[in-house]
């Protein structure tokens, strides 16, 4: 530890100026609270996770962002096509067809450099105090409290922040839920993701040049094929890694472009461009934290649970978390009183829509499971199916799943999320 360490109180601490966490910061901002967010890297800084989903509006709106949403350079996403493994397209989904034309049926596909700039931006013009460059090593305890972090910056120095709330806002990497052996994985969603950039792919014309294209490949594998601005497309597959490994092959170059013969209308499209060379992996990233916190601190966005990137749901929990996050730490603030159990109904809220989500997502991978066949036997699911995947989470999906359960299973809802109370480990609640 560094002997010139010095001593900042704040009135919140928030570890990673990600979507979850710059959202937090600006709500919290905006009420008047002293904020400061650390951020190991420098923004603009390289982030998968580019498709934004209809009922992403409403955060982005509780933000102030719509304005620039709307001036910015981001293509315009009004549709959703699924490919078949034989290469033909499904009608696209026009979100204008079930909601408002001019606000939540148009979203967008956003390059993460530049849409985490401006939300980062955004938490420091409400007043923010952003440091980048800087990991947090440490959570600092008092007891069973959380009372700040102990960070460092690049030089090696180190500073440690106190706060009466931490929010852990770190992404995938999970920073308290791996600390505290909080993390799950979702068993049957570990799979492996390889993706890369092409300039030049084909596109189609008018109000489908932004549509998010899903292509089947086997073993109920898929392509992403999304259309960012300057003639770029994020294209990647993701699939059970045993199928994208198959025969030794290892190499992410080389797994992606196996794949591109798989589905006629990825390898027409691409034909037209070129990759920009540089190929990404990753593998087993669905998680949830076993608690959403605990006296002090909460945890908020991917830090929380991430699902299955197949619906793109990833920034919409994001911004939707950490908006209810920034309200409720409000509240607390206020009432001085940063107690486990005040964090209950948040991670009862988020859950829920985790849980709607994921059901989706495990229907999705099951070889027996088709839209078509649960939608012609129950026509009200073809509305119920669209509410979900736009992001319309946190409504009562009963009817639906009891239905989809005549042809597939689904899982339960995991019994997790609760914030941990005391050391004796007792949860306040499932959520
Ligand atoms: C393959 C793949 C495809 C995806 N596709 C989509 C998609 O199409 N649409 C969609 O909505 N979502 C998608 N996602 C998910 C999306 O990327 C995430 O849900 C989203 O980035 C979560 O935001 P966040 O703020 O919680 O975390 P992040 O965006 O990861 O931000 C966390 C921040 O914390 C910082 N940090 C981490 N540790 C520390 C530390 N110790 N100290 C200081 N700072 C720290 C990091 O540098 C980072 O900037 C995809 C994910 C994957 C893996």
Request: charged letters at 25%; aromatic letters at 12%.
């Amino acid at each position: 530890m560094n002997s010139g360490m010095n001593a900042n109180h704040w009135d919140a601490i928030i570890i990673g100026g990600g979507p979850s966490g710059s959202s937090a910061a600006a709500i919290l901002a905006e009420y008047g609270h002293r904020v400061l967010v650390l951020e190991r890297e420098k923004f603009p800084r390289y982030h998968i996770g580019e498709s934004l989903i209809p009922f992403t509006y409403q955060p982005l709106q509780r933000l102030g962002l719509i304005p620039k949403m709307k001036r910015s350079h981001f293509v315009k996403k009004y549709s959703v096509v699924f490919i078949s493994r034989n290469g033909k397209a499904s009608e696209p989904f026009y979100f204008y067809n079930r909601y408002d034309r001019d606000s939540v049926a148009q979203t967008w596909q956003v390059l993460r450099s530049e849409f985490d700039q401006l939300l980062l931006d955004n938490a420091r013009e409400k007043g923010a105090h952003v440091i980048e460059e800087i990991t947090v090593k440490e959570l600092l305890r008092e007891g069973d409290r959380v009372v700040g972090v102990r960070a460092q910056k690049k030089s090696g120095e180190t500073i440690e922040y106190r706060a009466p709330i931490t929010l852990d806002c770190s992404g995938k990497e999970a920073f308290t839920a791996v600390r505290n052996g909080w993390r799950t994985k979702d068993p049957y969603l570990s799979k492996v993701a390889v993706w890369t950039y092409y300039k030049g792919s084909k596109r189609e014309p008018g109000i489908d040049e932004g549509a998010t294209t899903v292509a089947y490949v086997p073993e109920k594998g898929w392509f992403w094929h999304i259309p960012q601005h300057d003639d770029m497309v994020s294209v990647g597959v993701v699939a059970e890694g045993k199928y994208l490994t198959r025969d030794g092959v290892r190499d992410p170059e080389q797994i992606f472009k196996r794949e591109i013969e798989q589905n006629a209308w990825i390898k027409e499209h691409l034909s037209h461009g070129h990759s920009t060379g540089q190929y990404y992996l990753i593998s087993e990233y669905t998680q949830h934290a076993r608690h959403c916190g605990s006296e002090g601190l909460l945890l908020v966005g991917d830090a929380f649970a991430f699902l299955d990137p197949v619906f793109s749901s990833g920034l919409m929990l994001a911004l939707k978390s950490g908006t209810a996050a920034g309200e409720e730490i409000h509240k607390a603030i206020l009432a001085r009183d940063f107690s486990p159990q005040r964090f209950t109904e948040y991670a009862r809220y988020i859950r829920e829509g985790i849980e709607n989500m994921r059901k989706l997502v495990y229907a999705f991978y099951d070889p027996k499971f088709s839209f078509k066949k649960v939608i012609e036997t129950r026509p009200e699911a073809a509305g119920e199916i669209t509410d979900c995947l736009s992001g319309d989470v946190n409504k009562d999906y009963t009817p639906l799943w009891n239905h989809i359960r005549q042809f597939v299973s689904l899982p339960d809802d995991m019994a997790l999320g609760g914030p941990l109370v005391g050391a004796s480990g007792e949860l306040a609640g499932k959520a």
